[in-house]
């Protein structure tokens, strides 16, 4: 034809359509689709234009080189334009009761000749007829249809030779529509195949059937607006066969050699390939191979797509008996005569698009990558396209492929991700509220600061007063001892002062060498125990000694455990864990008692907030806690549990600060 302008692919992607569902390389023939990013690319040298991928793609990803405006173009030249209407025209339009009205709107398109490509078919099949009387035993495959004959001439050059050197109907029709009517006509082939567009440059354009339906509406031609016609001669006769499985070999009189073995007659793109896989590997030893790419030329990309293959085929059967009981059959066999005197010969050239051969260690390895360690691991899905795992691996190293698109791959890396990402928002949540507790206890300190800072000097005069006054008054009177109360009291203020100034992290940290499992096994035996507590100390570390605060520290340890202690009523078990690396250590100190809250989780660093009785805490210990582990500066986190319906209830305190300050 028709050298397709630009060398545009005649199959390519429309990629903001494409989903990655793989249907395209499932269907592919010869993996002619090249995976990249996702999105699936037609390669247009391995493409032999069978279009299967453009029958299966429900969501028209595929598509085809697009001849309308080219055949509109040609219609509006002035030039004289013949239309040759393939075989598998009554198919496609089924509401056509009487087909006369069907060239009748080809008629008014603007076509001036319409014959059918069915004469052609006439023609080649007394060719072949004759070049299988005439070769001796000598394979032979049929031309006719250019799908297959891409594949031989890309995948199996070996092959090339056997291929019938004959012209398709479709070329024959052409040669003879020049002969009869003049060389000046130019031609519009119609029909069902996408690769029709592209196999012979003796035509001017192809048309499939779906864009003639298209044009036909596009120009507004209308079936009860147009005057009925008949085709143009010459007249055919079972060529009208060609487009069902086994057309041509039933016109060529040779049905009977089938059942003999002398000849394979097959369709459909995996009956096919075996068919040719089995001839070059030297199982099949036959005369004749009839071959179709798709399930018979009425099931062509080129056709509406939701027909039925068997409804169609009846139609074409009924078509093609009216057609004979009708036709004058001496012209019939004079138009033979005359044009089987034709040149109808055709050559093919071998274009080898053999894949690369790969090492069986670098297949192992992609397989490998996939997660494929063992022949138990080959699941061979085809959920990737491929209908292998072994496939898939060669396609990826021939760069087709990517290993997201194998399925179980897929679903596992997904699923580690979603734990990945659980793991991640779970730290993130435990950052945030991290954050949160420090911005607000970085504002309390802020205030306590403060507060503690304008209570001393008050504090301070008080004391001294106070103390100034008691030497001079008599230690048994009652004043002395009302002095000895503001004292006392006034002490207590600056040790609560003392309190806010280490939570607001005033004070220094004197930091020392300290053995953390005897100073834990201290802070024990500093607490009052109930018999009904068990304790218990456990280590990890490797190596004991840090540098800490000792003293510091040792507020904190007891008085957590305190804490630990007074949650335990009823009895219970305190543990003191001590874990770590060369860089820090951690104080894990755990508790069965009754556990805090999730209302006063975000309270229990804040000063002066307590949930003990009246009198029994001031509400500093955990902050003082806090501030100390700040001023180390290691972290200090909780986890607890108060429902007894959730587990085992408790609170555990994990204080985590650096081995050597």
């Known amino acids: 034809m028709t050298e397709l302008t630009n060398k545009k692919p005649l199959v390519f992607t429309v990629k903001n359509r494409c989903r990655v569902c793989y249907s395209c390389v499932r269907e592919c023939p010869v993996k002619a689709?090249?995976?990249?990013d996702g999105q699936a690319e037609v390669i247009m040298e391995r493409c032999i234009a069978c279009g299967n991928c453009v029958i299966v793609c429900s969501q028209g990803a595929k598509t085809f080189y697009e001849s309308k405006s080219a055949v509109i173009s040609l219609l509006n030249s002035g030039e004289k334009i013949i239309a040759c209407v393939a075989p598998s025209f009554p198919a496609e339009f089924i509401e056509i009761d009487d087909f006369k009205y069907f060239v009748g709107m080809l008629r008014a398109m603007g076509f001036d000749k319409v014959v059918e490509v069915a004469f052609g078919a006439d023609i080649v099949a007394k060719k072949y007829s004759k070049l299988l009387d005439e070769t001796d035993k000598r394979t032979i495959i049929s031309s006719d249809c250019p799908a297959i004959v891409n594949y031989i001439q890309n995948f199996h050059p070996d092959l090339v030779e056997f291929l019938a050197p004959l012209a398709s109907p479709m070329v024959a029709i052409t040669r003879i529509v020049k002969?009869?009517?003049?060389?000046?006509?130019?031609?519009?082939?119609?029909?069902?195949?996408?690769?029709?567009?592209?196999?012979?440059?003796?035509?001017?354009?192809?048309?499939t059937f779906s864009e003639l339906r298209e044009l036909f509406s596009d120009l507004n031609i209308k079936l009860d607006q147009v005057k009925p016609s008949e085709f143009d001669p010459p007249y055919s006769g079972k060529g009208s066969l060609f487009p069902i499985s086994r057309g041509l070999i039933h016109n060529m009189g040779k049905m009977d050699q089938t059942p003999e073995g002398n000849v394979i007659v097959t369709h459909g793109h995996v009956n096919f390939k075996e068919a040719i896989d089995e001839l070059q590997s030297g199982e099949v030893d036959s005369e004749y191979l009839e071959l179709l790419?798709?399930?018979?030329?009425?099931?062509?990309?080129?056709?509406?797509?939701?027909?039925?293959?068997?409804?169609r085929r009846s139609i074409i059967n009924n078509y093609v008996h009216n057609?004979?009981?009708?036709?004058?059959?001496?012209?019939?066999?004079?138009?033979?005569?005359?044009?089987?005197?034709l040149n109808m010969s055709e050559n093919f050239e071998t274009k080898d698009q053999k894949r690369i051969f790969h090492e069986e260690k670098q297949i192992l390895e992609e397989l490998k990558k996939m997660g494929k360690l063992s022949q138990t691991d080959y699941l061979d899905c085809g959920a990737c396209?491929?209908?292998?795992?072994?496939?898939?691996a060669i396609a990826i190293l021939d760069g087709l492929a990517e290993i997201e698109m194998c399925l179980p791959y897929t679903i596992e890396k997904l699923h580690q991700t979603i734990s990945q990402l659980n793991i991640i928002n779970s730290k993130l949540a435990n950052v945030k509220q991290a954050l949160k507790q420090s911005?607000?206890?970085?504002?309390?300190?802020q205030l306590s600061a403060g507060i503690a800072h304008e209570l001393n000097n008050p504090l301070g005069i008080i004391t001294m007063y106070s103390n100034l006054i008691m030497e001079e008054t008599d230690p048994n009177s009652e004043s002395y001892k009302d002095l000895e109360m503001v004292v006392e009291q006034a002490n207590r203020c600056k040790r609560i002062v003392g309190g806010l100034l280490?939570?607001?992290?005033?004070?220094?940290?004197?930091r020392t060498d300290c053995d953390l499992v005897e100073f834990a096994k201290r802070s024990i035996?500093?607490?009052?125990?109930?018999?009904?507590?068990?304790?218990?100390?456990?280590?990890?570390?490797?190596?004991?000694?840090?540098?800490?605060?000792?003293?510091?520290?040792?507020?904190?340890?007891?008085?957590?455990?305190?804490n630990a202690i007074e949650a335990m009523p009823e009895g219970g078990e305190l543990n003191i864990e001590l874990l770590g690396d060369t860089s820090r250590v951690q104080f894990i100190v755990s508790d069965t008692g009754t556990g805090i809250s999730a209302v006063n989780m975000d309270k229990i660093f804040t000063p002066f907030f307590t949930t003990k009785g009246l009198g029994k805490g001031t509400g500093l210990g955990l902050p003082l806690i806090y501030g100390i582990v700040k001023m180390h500066t290691g972290k200090i986190t909780v986890e607890s549990n108060d429902d007894p319906v959730k587990g085992q209830t408790g609170t555990s305190f994990t204080i985590t600060i650096p081995r050597n300050g």
């Open 502 to 510: 280490n939570f607001a992290r005033e004070n220094q940290v004197k």
């Open 33 to 36: 689709i090249k995976i990249i």
């Open 323 to 341: 057609k004979v009981d009708k036709m004058d059959l001496k012209v019939w066999k004079e138009d033979l005569s005359t044009y089987l005197q």
């Open 293 to 311: 790419c798709c399930r018979g030329c009425i099931m062509g990309p080129g056709m509406s797509k939701g027909g039925k293959r068997f409804k």
């Open 439 to 445: 911005e607000k206890l970085a504002h309390m300190g």
């Open 385 to 392: 396209g491929y209908p292998t795992c072994r496939d898939h």
């Open 179 to 207: 002969e009869k009517y003049g060389s000046d006509y130019k031609v519009v082939l119609i029909g069902p195949c996408i690769a029709k567009k592209a196999e012979s440059k003796e035509l001017d354009e192809v048309l």
């Open 525 to 562: 035996a500093s607490v009052v125990v109930p018999s009904n507590i068990e304790t218990s100390i456990s280590s990890k570390l490797d190596d004991p000694m840090a540098q800490i605060d000792a003293d510091q520290m040792m507020q904190v340890l007891t008085n957590l455990e305190k």
